[in-house]
């Protein structure tokens, strides 16, 4: 079955301990990119990618990195996260930029304490 | 720069009802246009698009033409049903980052 896959889909950590929100896509896509939904705010985009080793910054990248090693996987690294990072994280992946239809996965809903 | 405004919700009708739910854009170009749906406690599944002027999408009942002169990408229904109930997103694509950019989402609740 062709989707997107996020772990974990519930986390809830405290102020400045690292963690890796993973995201795997199994279609080939060569364009992936994390999103974060927030009450009020609506979804923006943090980071995206539009094939290995080519990554840039969305409009919220502040305290976030990535990395895009393999085709197949974007993980999104919060090195030190703060509560304001507290927000649900979607994966999206699509064959390219543009007028290509994006393919969301599950969300992860992480709670910073 | 790019953006999408929508209708503000919540949007409340009995089954069967006819739905419309306003969105336009401003965009330079001629962005692709989406309609994702978001159902409680998932993530954005794609309900329909359009990529050029003129162009109609359409998916399980719902219609949402793409309208260059009134920049506006427009869902509609015929009738809707308690299972349509959820969190609607227009969208359009940026062409140059791919990044999505989304209206502020219309929550439908559908009664029987």
């Known amino acids: 079955e062709a989707q997107v896959t996020q772990n974990p889909r519930y986390l809830i950590t405290v102020t400045g301990k690292k963690l890796t929100v993973t995201c795997s896509q199994n279609m080939n896509h060569e364009y992936m990119s994390w999103y974060r939904q927030d009450p009020g705010l609506g979804l923006r985009q943090i980071y995206y990618s539009m094939n290995v080793e080519v990554t840039d910054k969305g409009d919220v990248p502040e305290g976030y990195k990535v990395s895009r090693k393999e085709k197949r996987n974007f993980p999104l690294i919060l090195e030190s996260p703060s509560p304001n990072q507290t927000s649900l994280y979607f994966c999206?992946?699509?064959?390219?930029?543009?007028?290509?239809?994006?393919?969301f996965g599950p969300g992860t809903r992480l709670l910073v304490l | 720069g790019n953006s999408v405004t929508q209708m503000e919700g919540p949007v409340t009708l009995s089954e069967e009802a006819f739905l419309t739910i306003n969105c336009t854009y401003t965009?330079?170009?001629?962005?692709?246009l989406f309609w994702y749906v978001q159902y409680p406690g998932e993530g954005l599944q794609l309900l329909l698009k359009a990529t050029k002027a003129d162009d109609k999408g359409s998916n399980k009942g719902f219609e949402a033409t793409y309208r260059k002169e009134t920049t506006s990408f427009h869902l509609e229904k015929g009738s809707v049903q308690v299972s349509d109930s959820a969190v609607y997103f227009c969208a359009l694509s940026d062409r140059y980052t791919g990044k999505l950019i989304f209206g502020q989402g219309t929550t439908l609740q559908v009664k029987p």
């Open positions: 965009a330079t170009g001629y962005p692709s």
């Open positions: 999206a992946s699509s064959l390219g930029q543009g007028r290509e239809t994006q393919y």
